[in-house]
């Protein structure tokens, strides 16, 4: 058999490493063994601290909320309270964790995923991102914002309620500063945008399209570390979900809303992922070579598979990949999202 095409080393031009497919290796075909349907925990739990109504563990009261709750968090890793510090050293620097945690509850529905919500109220969750991000950016102590959500106990959630977290420091975050930086030179070396580059390219190859609409596309990216992970670009040049319009926001959220279903309907489960919105800092600089984009990194290869970061990945920090993109990509683009059977 043939090894052509699924044995071979690709650059990723964001992350400026080589990541190794070798899929030769993987022909083992998915039986199904394990599906099983979205879970079905009780719509309110009296122990969740996110749940409405319920006390919180410094005494905090949820609202009755019908919608988006956001709140900042009782347990934060960086705060504007974090104790001073007297910054020290050059080789070992030490400065005070300021910053804003936040908790965005997604619905006031225990049991519910961004998936399973109807595509309005997955509107309104994008929205309140892009109302935060304003207000970040009026906060001379805030330099950078990450949006994050951990989806499924895989990724080490141990609640859930449906939420994400807000870390808004006062320093770069390491990964967009990298894409800053790479964007820059890309820009310099060759007239181009990177970003735009990438999606021109995806455009062309067409293979690893997932979801696509007048104003955003999904896919897996050429250089994917993970096997489902996916890119979400809006088509229109945008550095933060800031200058979105309301049309361009929810044609973006649209196309992330039918991404996350079909990773769902693929396996027929709840598909945890890691999803960052990447985003240029609003310390009040210009990133104009920068594009926004959610990223979805799913640790699961298959239920029950996880890719395990071993020597490679952590020694190295180079990705041994098991999959090739174009065919996680193809499983994806069987899917007919009007068939997705667990919206509430
Ligand atoms: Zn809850």
Request: glycine share 4%; proline share 7%; charged share 20%.
């Amino acid at each position: 058999m043939s090894t052509k095409g699924k044995w071979e080393k690709r650059w990723h031009p964001l992350r400026e490493e080589w990541i190794v497919y070798s899929a030769h290796r993987n022909n083992r075909p998915w039986q199904g063994a394990a599906k099983s349907t979205p879970a079905s925990a009780p719509d309110f739990d009296s122990a969740c601290y996110l749940c409405p109504g319920n006390k919180r563990v410094h005494g905090s009261v949820n609202p009755n909320y019908n919608d988006v709750f956001i709140f900042e968090n009782d347990h934060p890793v960086v705060g504007m309270q974090a104790p001073e510090v007297t910054p020290a050293g050059s080789l070992y620097k030490r400065e005070q964790a300021t910053g804003v945690a936040k908790v965005v509850c997604y619905d006031p529905r225990h049991n519910i995923s961004l998936s399973q919500m109807k595509l309005p109220e997955v509107v309104k969750v994008f929205v309140a991102f892009q109302q935060e991000m304003i207000a970040f950016r009026k906060n001379p102590a805030i330099h950078s914002v990450l949006i994050f959500e951990n989806k499924g106990e895989v990724v080490g959630v141990s609640n859930p309620h449906p939420h994400c977290q807000i870390y808004a420091v006062d320093f770069p975050l390491k990964l967009v500063s990298q894409q800053v930086r790479v964007a820059d030179i890309y820009k310099l070396t060759t007239g181009k945008n990177i970003f735009e580059s990438i999606v021109a390219h995806e455009q062309q190859d067409k293979i690893r399209i997932i979801a696509e609409n007048d104003f955003a596309i999904a896919f897996i990216p050429y250089f994917a570390r993970y096997a489902y992970e996916i890119m979400i670009f809006p088509k229109a040049h945008h550095q933060s979900l800031i200058s979105l319009s309301d049309e361009e926001l929810a044609g973006f959220t649209a196309v992330f809303h039918q991404t996350v279903r079909k990773l769902d309907m693929n396996f027929e489960m709840d598909f945890p992922y890691v999803m960052s919105m990447m985003q240029a800092p609003v310390d009040g600089s210009s990133y104009p070579e920068f594009r926004i984009h959610c990223w979805l990194q799913p640790p699961y290869r298959q239920p029950g598979l996880i890719k395990y970061l071993a020597g490679p990945e952590i020694g190295a920090g180079n990705f041994m990949a098991d999959t090739m993109p174009e065919e996680k990509a193809a499983e994806l683009q069987k899917i007919n999202v009007a068939d997705y059977r667990w919206e509430r």
